[in-house]
């Protein structure tokens, strides 16, 4: 039987969601390698709703988890419903929804707090031992809940340094290839914090997905 994975997702679009490109590619890496998947994302408004052709901030309103349900397919849960008893791994793809939805980091950097449910959740596969899958700006979002961990972001030094200021340790990492912070059971990949092109985005979160399931 395939290990049981839970995929945090944050709306969807990359500048106030999900990044779209990486959480299909973590989808498809899950799939293939025989994993059972099960997307949640927080049942509650977005920051703000970012026209992706403008880049600019509109006036509407929308929800993070009706907005993830295009990804998934309409197959998703509330956050508040998991429990990590339920699953052997968890794994969060990025995209600024990460830093406006799941926490405040695009806004308050170290000084970011990250949204209760999550915090409960990701404490709790951490405390069973169970790893803990991030790509993209979603490392520090890890470290932002838990206070310590060694992950990649890549090699933006602005977001290492809010790394390190969270208690956390910051490694370069190049973008197709992932980090294994086996101690504390944490997977990271850089993914688009690079200007990459999705072939090698792919192949560092082949590598990160590869490395949750054997440490699950």
């Known amino acids: 039987m395939g290990k049981r994975v839970l995929v945090v997702l944050a709306g969807c679009g990359h500048l106030d969601g999900s990044e779209i490109h990486e959480a299909v590619l973590s ?30 901030p509109t006036a509407e ?22 429990s990590a008893a339920d699953y052997d791994a968890v794994f969060l793809p990025g995209g ?12 308050r950097g170290p000084e970011a707090s990250v949204d209760p449910t999550l915090v409960a959740l990701l404490r709790g596969f951490f405390a069973a031992g169970k790893p ?9 979002i890890l470290v932002a809940a838990l206070r310590e961990g060694e992950v990649t972001i ?31 059971k944490l997977v990271t990949a850089p993914a688009y914090m690079y200007d990459a092109g999705i072939a090698d985005v792919a192949r560092g979160i082949d590598a990160a997905v590869a490395a949750v399931l054997e440490l699950a």
């Open 154 to 184: 890549g090699d933006d030094p602005g977001t290492a340094g809010a790394i390190a200021q969270m208690g956390g340790t910051h490694v370069v990492c190049p973008v197709h290839a992932a980090h294994v912070d086996r101690a504390r």
């Open 96 to 107: 600024f929804g990460a830093a406006k939805n799941l926490s405040d980091l695009a806004f």
């Open 132 to 140: 803990i899958g991030a790509v993209c700006i979603a490392p520090a």
């Open 27 to 56: 989808l498809l890496a899950l799939d293939r390698a025989g994993a059972s998947v099960q997307c949640a994302a927080p049942d509650k408004p977005q920051h703000h709703v970012v026209d992706h052709r403008t880049r600019q």
């Open 61 to 82: 309103s929308r929800n993070v988890l009706t907005e993830a349900a295009r990804i998934a397919r309409g197959k998703i849960v509330a956050l508040h419903t998991v």
